[in-house]
Structure formats: C-alpha cells, structure tokens
C-alpha cells in the first residue's frame, strides 16, 4: 500500500465479469505512468483476452501480480473496466481509490459493498466535460462502427441475408442504411457505411445534428428529421436500419416499430445499438455474441448490450486513450487531480461510506 509521500502503485485487477476481455491499462499506458514515477501492478493474465501478454507489461517496467490479493494489498488507485463482482466485493478499504465503470443504479448491491469498504469510487461513465461523456464515448465509437459491419455480414447469403454487398458495385444499387440517432454511435455507424459505399440516410430529432453527420458521409448521404411517418416511409427501400438513439436518464425511445419492421424489405437487417438502454426496436429482446441475431418477422434483428466486447484489443485501445489521462492525474494525488479535472469531482460516486454523486443517489433512492 502506498505510504505519503512515496509514489503511488497503481493496480490493474484482471475483470471477473462474464465474457469481458478488456483491460484497464495497456502495456503502453504503463510505460506512461511508469514514466512519470509510480509503481504499476497488473495482475497475471490481466492483459490476455485484449492481446497483451504479462511479458510486454514487464518490458514497460510494470510488476505483475500472482493474484488479486496482492494487487489489492500493494495498489491504492485500483483500475479495472467492469463494476466490482461480488468475489471482489470485501477486498477494497479505504485507503483504495477505484477508477471504472460502475453503473451503480443499476447496481445497487455494488453501491453497497463499496459504501461497506469506505474506498472511494470514481465512475468512468460519470466523467462530464461540456455536456459530453468522454469515457463512455469510446464504447459508443465502437459500438457505431460494429454495428454497420454486423449488418454487412447478416446481409451475405451464406448468413441467410439479401445477399448484397453493402457498397454494391459499379452499376449496381448501393444497400441503402437508415442510421436513426445521429450522435457519436450514430455517426460512427454512419460513416463506416459510407465508407464501403452504402447510400446512407441519417435521421436525428435535431436536423442540424444529422445534417452534420450526413456531410460528413459524402455526397451519397442525406438527412432527416425523425418521426414514425419519416421513417415508415423510408423503410420499403432500407436494407439496413441501425437504432442509435439516447434520451439521457431514459429508456430508449422505440423509434423501430413493428410495422416499420413488416415495411422492410424481406432478409433486411436492424441493429439496435440502444438495447443496453432498453431497446429502440419495438418487441426487441437482448441478443449475445454467441447468438447474435433473432428473427422478428420477416426481418433479422441484432441487439447486443455489449457490443464492444467482440473487439475487446480496439475497445481497449479506445478507452485506455481516453481513461489515461484521468489516470495520470488520480496517481499523483487526489487534491492534485480534483484540482487540474474538476470533472472527477462529480465523478465520485461513493466516498467515505456513502453514494454521493446526486444522479445516483437519485437513482437509488438514497
Ligand atoms: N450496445 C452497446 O454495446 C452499446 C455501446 C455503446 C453505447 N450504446 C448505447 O447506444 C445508444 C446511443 O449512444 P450514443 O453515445 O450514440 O448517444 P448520443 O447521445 O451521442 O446520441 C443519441 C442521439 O439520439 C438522438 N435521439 C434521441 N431520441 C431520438 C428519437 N426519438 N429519434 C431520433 N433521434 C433521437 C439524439 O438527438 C442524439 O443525437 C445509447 O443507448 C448507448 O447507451 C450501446
């Protein structure tokens, strides 16, 4: 444990979540941080499912961990990706500060065990700067740029689709892609279609925002304002929708309605990035990595909740990029880092025993 004074030993715990392959730091993020003075622990293993073996970590000066129990003991800024599970739930104390997703309110058993240990737990999810969420961006990223390759593969006829190449050929048609949502997966998903020369048709609430998103696709790409009626009529000729919709602190509104899927034509293909809010395809159900798609009439749907789990060495990439700064300000001291990123200070969702940022608490009921 870190004494005052000496530099701090900042710990990366291999997840323990189902199917998560991520990690916190990559050997690269080690070398920064090893760079810049403090000690760095990474559990054995902890690199494996992104790719990173414990060698390349030793090559950037990091130490590796036999076990868990040991990080816990050596680390005070403890980095993980995924909330504490509950075999985890009794090794943090309050001299630890843990930097990670933690979705508390959906979590409130989490909440508790971290309230329990005293530590103080800072969530990547609840990072604010100008009204944007720069450590949950990553994800959304990955999730947009996935989505248009799902629908590329469901569309082959090995893969019971249409049959059609997403950018068709010289000559022949272009798949047409409805991206409804033209936020950061929105876009993403957008331009990635673009890119294998879809004709692209983005359509957002805000106009300004899908006219933003479409002129960067190309002179293929129009813009929208969304709504049932704009929607149903855009859906004989859409061989691919892709639901990228949030209402913050909502359920997913259901842009994607069952007559909408009906008016598709037969062997389209709908993703619904928006399903880990609930969905936006109306009758959706969750799908998995190992069943991806289900059909729903005469139409296949795919609704993963964590997409950015099937490429977790570019989630990883992604989201140490952007959680590295943070990290290197949390590692020279609490005050040092709550004062250069004010942001952090709202990001704190338990300390000294309680739920203390106010959406949570909200969400709780605390
Ligand atoms: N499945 C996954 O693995 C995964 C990964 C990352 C993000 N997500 C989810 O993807 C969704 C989108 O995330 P984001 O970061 O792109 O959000 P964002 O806030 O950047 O963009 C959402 C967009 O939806 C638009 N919108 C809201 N209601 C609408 C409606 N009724 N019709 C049309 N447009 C509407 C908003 O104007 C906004 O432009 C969220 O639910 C997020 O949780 C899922």
Redesign the pocket.
Known sequence: MTSPGSPTVVGVLKEVKGFERRVALTPTGARVLVADGHRVVVETGAGLGSGFKDDEYRDSGAAIAQSSDQVFDEASLLLHVKEPQPQEFEKFRPQHTLFTYLHLAAAPEVADALCRSGCRAIAYESVEVDRQ?PL??P??M???RLATQIAASYLEARNGGRGMLMGGLPGVEPTTVVV????????HAAEVAAGMGAEVIV????LE?ARSVADACGPLARAVV?SAAVIEELAPTAEVMIG?????GHR??I?ITRKILDLMPEGAVVVD?????GGCVEGVESTTHADPVRTMGHVRVSA?????AAVPRSSTAALTAATLPYVRALAKGWPEAAASHPELLVAVNVENGAVVNPDVKDALGR
């Not at 359509?203 to 805000?206: C, G, Y």
């Open positions: 969420l949950l961006a994800m959304s990955v999730a947009g409804i949502g033209a936020g950061t997966s929105g876009r359509a957002d609430l805000n925002r969304s990228a919709v949030l209402a913050p997913a509104p842009v990035i928006a399903i880990d809010q993963t909740p964590n997409m950015p």
